[in-house]
Nanobody, 119 residues
Framework: QVQLVESGGGLVQPGGSLRLSCAASGSIFRLNAMGWYRQAPGKQRELVADITDDHRINYAAFVKGRFTISRDNAKNTVYLQMNNLKPEDTAVYYC?????????????WGQGTQVTVSS
């Protein structure tokens, strides 16, 4: 079993930055891929960024160079640095880890952390 705990969400003004963290514990050998998904009110959950244990990375098109995902295997932690945040980035951000890069299949999910971008 895997436990994922997110932190770092909050309220930020447009153009601001936030750094999300996700600490994994338990059966972490199953976490070939770790990533961030988000869900805004009334919308489906969508991939933000994904990273493998050997640091292959995939970003959603809407990231457009504003977000950076990274992973510290020694600390079993994945990060999402978000810069130049926009109101449309407002959502609950979920950390998800699992066996398949680029797929949400078989993922373990964190509880989510709220990111609100507003003036």
């Amino acid at each position: 079993q895997v436990q994922l705990v997110e932190s770092g969400g909050g309220l930020v003004q447009p153009g601001g930055s936030l750094r999300l963290s996700c600490a994994a514990s338990g059966s972490i050998f199953r976490l070939n891929a770790m990533g961030w998904y988000r869900q805004a009110p009334g919308k489906q959950r969508e991939l933000v960024a994904d990273i493998t244990d050997d640091h292959r990375i995939n970003y959603a098109a809407f990231v457009k160079g504003r977000f950076t995902i990274s992973r510290d295997n020694a600390k079993n932690t994945v990060y999402l640095q978000m810069n130049n945040l926009k109101p449309e980035d407002t959502a609950v951000y979920y950390c998800a880890g699992g066996p398949f890069f680029g797929s949400s299949s078989g993922r373990n999910w964190g509880q989510g952390t709220q990111v609100t971008v507003s003036s």
